[in-house]
């Protein structure tokens, strides 16, 4: 029976390893490839790292970082963190990485992603879609770490992103990043409804019956999530995690 990839992803800043809540207020989980070496030990599907500093500071996520995972790594693992190049992405995956995920510079400049699909293959590229209400009760899209405002709406924009070719979209819900009182449901239903490429779900998941729910209900290709894997419950205790085969069994 089919099931969902389970994804977990690790926020990167200043080579360590940290949690953010609503994109702010971060906290320091530990070391990165330590984690890296607990998800091997219990299976991870697949590993993303997102350098949340790299674009503001105008620079590529460490190409040593994505090396040293790649010698550690047992899974498929994505980063992200200042791709804006077809240079960049030759360097990250001539690293180790499996797929590069773009943002800001996606927004920026979307014929970027069309370059990237035909020289490396629709698989390869993924879109990271950060969005938010804005004060008007609309979504839109965000970039820089949830700093500025785009003219796109998530669909609006996942759409282009397809037509441009990226491989899969991760919808990010900034609101609910590292609350852990379940998914956007209804939009991540409406993303999916109208794509033909994977959605991957991010932003809130605090159980295993948010990764049901969001896979149930609204049709995402795969669930993704940070605070759930890194957290041993909606208490923060910090306990790097991943369920048990039989348990994904269930989802």
């Known amino acids: 029976m089919f099931r969902p990839r389970i994804i977990p992803v690790l926020l990167l800043k200043d080579n360590g390893l940290i949690k953010s809540t609503k994109f702010k207020n ?3 989980i530990g070391d990165p490839i330590n984690a890296v070496k607990i998800f091997n030990d219990l299976k991870s599907d697949e590993l993303v790292f997102l350098d949340i500093n790299a674009s503001k500071e105008k620079r590529l996520i460490s190409l040593e970082f994505v090396k040293k995972v790649s010698e550690e790594a047992n899974m498929p693992f994505a980063v992200g963190g200042g791709i804006k190049s077809l240079d960049h992405i ?3 995956i001539s690293s180790g990485a499996e797929k590069v ?5 996606a927004v920026r400049n979307p014929q970027f992603i069309k370059e990237a699909s035909y020289s490396f293959g629709t698989s390869t590229v993924s879109v990271c879609v950060d969005y938010r209400k804005t004060l008007f009760k609309n ?3 965000f970039t820089l770490s949830g700093n500025k405002k785009s003219r796109y709406s998530p669909l609006e924009f996942s759409k282009l992103m397809q037509d441009k070719g990226a491989g899969e979209i ?3 819900s900034i609101s609910r990043d590292g609350i852990m ?9 409406e993303i999916s409804s109208n794509l033909e490429i994977p959605v991957v779900a991010l932003g809130g998941a605090g159980d295993l019956n948010d990764l049901h729910l969001a896979f149930r209900e609204s049709k995402a290709s795969a669930l993704a999530a940070g605070s759930l894997f890194v957290y041993q419950s909606k208490r923060r205790g910090v306990l790097i995690n991943y369920p048990e085969k039989s348990e994904l069994k269930e989802i």
């Open 26 to 28: 971060y906290n320091y």
């Open 139 to 141: 979504n839109s899209v």
């Open 170 to 172: 991760i919808l990010q």
């Open 181 to 189: 009182e379940g998914y956007d449901l209804d939009l991540i239903k």
């Open 90 to 92: 030759h360097k990250v």
């Open 101 to 105: 995920i773009i943002c800001s510079e």
